[in-house]
């Protein structure tokens, strides 16, 4: 399995822990930038990052900016994304369990590294339960009604 990441320059600083992170369950990243501090859109990493979802590139990814908000905000409006934002480790499971998200949306201003490694460690453990939730997330897709 292939994971992306992308970040803008307040969420690249976590794509190094969580490479680590990862290669210790011997999971490749791919990242899609921002590479270095110099202040950037983050629709342009955001977008390069849903459509490597979106052709199949990588099968899930995880994303960070200084919120988490601009990137879910960008990530969502593709196809094959559902993208959560969690501040927490408890959020992160939640969002795969209850909504199945594809893309886990980091902060890396307001959370800790160590708070954002345990929530990308609930998000891969967690597993989507269906059910009920199964129906609300085919829901998600805006249907115009008449
Ligand atoms: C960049 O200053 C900041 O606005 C961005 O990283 C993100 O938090 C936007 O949602």
């Given at each position: ?46 977008h ?5 979802i ?54 890396q201003r ?37």
């Open positions: 399995m292939k994971i992306g990441f992308a970040g803008d320059h307040a969420g690249f600083l976590l794509a190094a822990p969580i490479k680590d992170f990862l290669e210790r369950r011997d999971i490749e990243m791919v990242n899609y930038g921002t590479f270095g501090p110099d202040s950037v859109d983050y629709p342009d990493f955001a390069r990052l849903g459509e490597a979106d052709k199949g590139e990588v099968e899930i990814a995880i994303a960070a900016c200084g919120t988490g908000n601009g990137m879910a905000m960008c990530l969502n409006k593709h196809a094959a994304v559902r993208a959560g934002v969690a501040w927490n480790r408890e959020i992160a499971k939640l969002c795969k369990e209850h909504n199945d998200a594809n893309v886990l949306v980091l902060s307001f959370v800790s590294v160590e708070e954002n490694l345990a929530c990308v460690r609930e998000w891969l453990d967690a597993e989507f339960v269906g059910g009920r939730h199964a129906r609300r997330v085919a829901k998600i897709p805006y249907v115009p009604q008449k």
